[in-house]
C-alpha cells in the first residue's frame, strides 16, 4: 500500500514552453501533497505545500506564477513549470500526505530538462 | 529559522565498516524525525522517530533521537557496498500540512 506515482518520470522541454507534472496517490486518499526540487548533488528544497481545494502554500523564494500548482481531487495534485528555462532542469519530486496520518510517501521522481 | 543539518556531508568507508550518520535539528513545532535513503531515484524511507531515546532497528541500521540535545543518529553496521546512498534525515513539524525540512544529506560509499 501507500503507492505514490508521478509522471511523467522524465521530460525535455524547450525554453519558453510549459511542462506540467502529475502525482498521484494510487491507494489512500492525500488532503495534502509536497512537491521539492532537488538539484545535482544538493538535499531536497520543499517548493510548496498543495491541499486540496485550495490555494497551494509556496515557501520563501518560489514563484507562485512560475510554479502552478493544482490540488483539485484527494488523489491527484499537478505542478506546472510555465515558460521553462534551462535553470528550472531539475529532479522534481512530490510526496503525498495520509490523510489519516502524518506519515508522507514519494513518489518515483520527474527528471525535466529544459534545452 | 528552522533547520535540519547533517554531518558529515560525505563518508567513504570499506566494508564491513561501522559508520554512525548526524543530524541535528532546530525546529519550532518538531513532531518527527526521519531517515530516507535515496540512490537514482527519490527517497525511501527508514525510520521515523517520535519518541526521546527509543531506538528502532531495521536489520543492520539502527537509529535513536535525543530531544533535549535535538539530534538524531543514524548507524549502519557491517556495511556493504549496496549500502552506498545519500542518507537524508527530515524533521516533520505539527502545522504547514506536516512539512518536512531536509538537511543536506550524508553521501556515504561503502569500498569493496
Known amino acids: 500500500g501507500a503507492v505514490v506515482s508521478q509522471h511523467p518520470s522524465w521530460v525535455i522541454c524547450k525554453s519558453g514552453t510549459s511542462v506540467k507534472i502529475e502525482c498521484r496517490s494510487l491507494?489512500?486518499?492525500?488532503?495534502?501533497m509536497f512537491w521539492y526540487r532537488q538539484f545535482p548533488k544538493q538535499s531536497l528544497m520543499l517548493m510548496a505545500t498543495?491541499?486540496?481545494?485550495?490555494?497551494?502554500?509556496?515557501e520563501q523564494g518560489v514563484e507562485k506564477d512560475k510554479f502552478l500548482i493544482n490540488h483539485a481531487s484527494l488523489t491527484l495534485s499537478t505542478l506546472t513549470v510555465t515558460s521553462a528555462h534551462p535553470e528550472d532542469s531539475s529532479f522534481y519530486i512530490c510526496?503525498?500526505?495520509?490523510?489519516?496520518?502524518?506519515?508522507?510517501?514519494f513518489g518515483p521522481g520527474t527528471r525535466l530538462t529544459v534545452t | 529559522e528552522d533547520k535540519v543539518v547533517q554531518s558529515p556531508l560525505s563518508l567513504v568507508v570499506h566494508e564491513g565498516d561501522t559508520v554512525t550518520l548526524n543530524c541535528s535539528y532546530e525546529?519550532?513545532?518538531?513532531?518527527?524525525l526521519l531517515w530516507y535513503k535515496q540512490e537514482k531515484k527519490a527517497p525511501t524511507f527508514l525510520f521515523m522517530l517520535?519518541?526521546?531515546?527509543i531506538e528502532k532497528k531495521s536489520g543492520r541500521l539502527s537509529s535513536i533521537l535525543d530531544k533535549k540535545e535535538l539530534f538524531s543518529i543514524l548507524n549502519i553496521t557491517a556495511t556493504q557496498t549496496g549500502d552506498s546512498a545519500i542518507y537524508l534525515c527530515?524533521?516533520?513539524?505539527?502545522?504547514?500540512?506536516?512539512?518536512?525540512?531536509f538537511g543536506q544529506g550524508t553521501e556515504l560509499s561503502v569500498k569493496p
Open positions: 510526496s503525498a500526505r495520509d490523510s489519516s496520518k502524518y506519515e508522507q510517501y
Open positions: 498543495s491541499n486540496e481545494g485550495s490555494k497551494a502554500t509556496y
Open positions: 525546529v519550532t513545532n518538531f513532531r518527527s
Open positions: 491507494d489512500f486518499q492525500a488532503t495534502t
Open positions: 527530515a524533521a516533520l513539524v505539527y502545522n504547514q500540512g506536516g512539512k518536512l525540512i
Open positions: 517520535t519518541s526521546s531515546g
